[in-house]
């Protein structure tokens, strides 16, 4: 089955610094990879969709120069949280579909920031 | 109104139970229709994806209604390990079109 795979699972940042994530398709291509984020007893929420070969569109609200995304193949998408702060502090997910109509998406294992 | 509403919950049902749940979406040009599971802590986990005509997998059986804008899970003979959250999603623009989640319905199966 589609397997996507997000690394690390796990970071935890002093405040300022930058963190990438990773995200990778494993056994399709993806063109498109979608990034969630999810704070505690709250429900998913896209932040941004990112796009092989262009640029990523962003959620209303999202600012694109703190989280930037990077489609640079067909199976990896990376968000990199620049400048981090506390209030950054969350569960971030990536999402790819192998496509085809009514096709689901399938999850990246989720990475937990703690920013300190 | 929200895209996707769900009860939260909590369910709290022993084990054996049959457990229903709910959902409403807002958008009629939905196209596809899911259920996900999550875990405390973990990512989304396909469930099943729901059909008009209805789809049974094992003790797990799912419903759509187009007309009234509402999905529906059923589980029958709960275990302890169907505790989880329960997300309802529609997807509204094509196959590579985002998902819009439910804020999920929360189930914990006591012994």
């Known amino acids: 089955g589609a397997v996507v795979s997000q690394h690390p699972s796990r970071v935890i940042c002093k405040s300022g610094t930058s963190v990438k994530i990773e995200c990778r398709s494993l056994d399709f291509q993806a063109t498109t990879m979608f990034w969630y984020r999810q704070f505690p007893k709250q429900s998913l929420m896209l932040m941004a969709t990112s796009n092989e070969g262009s640029k990523a569109t962003y959620e209303q609200g999202v600012e694109k120069d703190k989280f930037l995304i990077n489609h640079a193949s067909l199976t990896l998408s990376t968000l990199t949280v620049t400048s981090a702060h506390p209030e950054d502090s969350s569960f971030y997910i990536c999402?790819?579909?192998?496509?085809?109509?009514?096709?689901?998406?399938?999850f990246g294992n989720g990475t937990r920031l703690t920013v300190t | 109104r929200k895209e996707v509403e769900q009860d939260p919950g909590p369910f709290n049902v022993p084990e054996g139970a049959t457990v229903a749940f709910n959902c409403t979406y807002s958008?009629?040009?939905?196209?596809?229709f899911f259920w996900y599971r999550q875990d405390c802590r973990k990512e989304p986990k396909l469930l099943m994806s729901v059909y008009s005509s209805g789809n049974e997998d094992g003790r797990f059986t799912a419903q759509l209604n187009r007309a009234s804008q509402y999905i529906s899970l059923l589980i029958r003979d709960s275990k302890l390990s169907d505790s989880a959250t329960y997300l309802c999603?529609?997807?509204?623009?094509?196959?590579?079109?985002?998902?819009?989640f439910g804020k999920g319905t929360k189930l914990s199966v006591k012994p």
């Open positions: 999603v529609v997807r509204t623009r094509g196959s590579q079109g985002n998902l819009i």
């Open positions: 958008n009629s040009a939905s196209q596809s």
């Open positions: 999402s790819a579909s192998p496509g085809g109509r009514g096709s689901p998406l399938h």
